[in-house]
């Protein structure tokens, strides 16, 4: 019994999930905080964020900084969400005890067996492998940030975060070269 309300309320958090992060047909919630009305730079991870976010808002007051999760590729979002259906039915069938080989005309197979004969450590086993080729399809190791849309730093290029003395001085360029580029507004006549 104790089983079946652990899965049932897994199986409801992973609909919450998914109904909460597919907003718009995009997968995943957007996590985003707006600070100032100045150019927009935008962090594409979260644990570094805060860090960078805090020095650069003091330097930079008028800058607005958003952090958002960097998706990734959609055949790895897809695989992440099949596995996800697919864990829970796996799951219901192992309590439930239906033999899903039996259905095709096969034997089923030693392991199976081993999970009818041990349903709780089976129904773990299950769990826990699923959600980590879950997480695995799911993290990017990505490090993106754009100043105003455009690309000012890629961990997935240069493999490695910048240190803040290179973002600084990378954020000091740009912006002196947007006040050299702004467009001379037109006087007409």
């Not at 100032?36 to 607005?64: C, H, N």
Request: with cysteine; charged share 15%; hydrophobic share 45%.
């Amino acid at each position: 019994m104790r089983l079946l309300l652990l899965l049932a309320v897994a199986a409801s958090a992973v609909l919450r999930s998914d109904a909460s992060g597919s907003l718009g047909g995009v997968p995943g919630k957007r996590l985003k905080m707006q600070y100032a009305t100045g150019p927009l730079l935008k962090f594409q991870i979260w644990r570094v964020f805060e860090e960078y976010m805090r020095v650069i808002s003091q330097r930079y007051p008028d800058i607005r900084i958003e952090g958002e999760n960097y998706l990734p590729q959609p055949i790895y979002r897809h695989i992440a969400s099949f596995l996800s259906v697919f864990k829970l039915v796996l799951i219901g069938l192992i309590i439930v005890g239906k033999d899903p080989f039996a259905f095709f005309g096969m034997q089923a197979p030693s392991i199976w067996q081993w999970g009818q004969e041990n349903k709780v450590y089976a129904c773990m086993m299950v769990f826990f492998l699923s959600n980590m080729i879950e997480n695995q399809c799911m993290s990017t190791g990505a490090f993106e940030i754009t100043l105003n849309d455009v690309p000012v730093w890629s961990k997935l290029e240069s493999g490695h975060l910048p240190s803040m003395q290179q973002l600084v001085q990378i954020l000091d360029n740009e912006m002196k070269l947007n006040v050299h580029m702004d467009p001379i507004p037109h006087h007409g006549s």
